[in-house]
């Protein structure tokens, strides 16, 4: 491990369509969501890492040590908590403020269901909004995420990072009825 391994650990819980990971993401100093959208490797390595299938979900937790996860499989990434030194990356001049609204949003991103809010610039259009956020990870605040197969199954995130590719439906949240499990 190199000294910026060192500087910043991230612990997570991540999603794909067949499995529940949770463990430790070492991301180089970097901030966790400016790594994981600007990063160009192909997989996720955690550390300290414990997986479950969705599918067989009443099975317990296995404990893996490090799992390599495939970026484009990753449905939601749900943040925990960081650790370590300060961040690398070097000061920056700061950006001009721009004043934001929130809107809550549902993703369809099967099998999850996803209803969280959506950080956008008080003056932009939610729909021009939603269709050209930058990043390959769009992140949502206050989320909650239901596996549709087996609503009883729900994940909660102050911050939730969805995969853009894997999303196949984004829409104002209070529009239409979600059915089983939404409160």
């Known amino acids: 491990m190199d000294e910026n391994d060192r500087l910043l650990v991230t612990r997570i819980e991540v999603l794909t369509g067949e499995h529940h990971l949770i463990g430790d993401v070492r991301t180089a100093g970097r901030r ?10 192909r997989t ?3 550390h300290d890492a414990v997986l479950r299938s969705l599918p067989e979900a009443q099975r317990s937790y296995t404990d893996v040590g490090y799992v390599l996860v495939n970026r484009d499989a990753i449905v939601a990434v749900i ?12 000061p920056r001049k700061p950006l001009e403020y721009v004043d934001k609204e929130r809107h809550e949003v549902v993703v ?8 969280g809010y959506i950080h956008v610039a008080r003056s932009a259009d939610l729909q021009r909004a939603l269709d050209t956020l930058a990043g390959h990870f769009v992140p949502l605040t206050k989320a909650r995420l239901i596996y549709t197969p087996h609503s009883e199954f729900s ?14 439906l984004f829409w104002p949240a209070g529009t ?3 059915g089983e499990g939404w409160a």
Do not use: C, Y
């Open 32 to 41: 966790f969501s400016t790594w994981l959208n600007l990063d160009e490797t």
């Open 44 to 46: 996720l390595t955690m």
């Open 79 to 90: 943040l925990r908590e960081e650790s370590g030194g300060a961040l690398a990356e070097p």
């Open 108 to 115: 369809s991103a099967p099998p999850f269901a996803i209803k």
């Open 155 to 168: 994940w909660e995130g102050e911050v939730v990072l969805v995969n853009r590719v894997r999303a196949h």
């Open 176 to 178: 239409q009825p979600l």
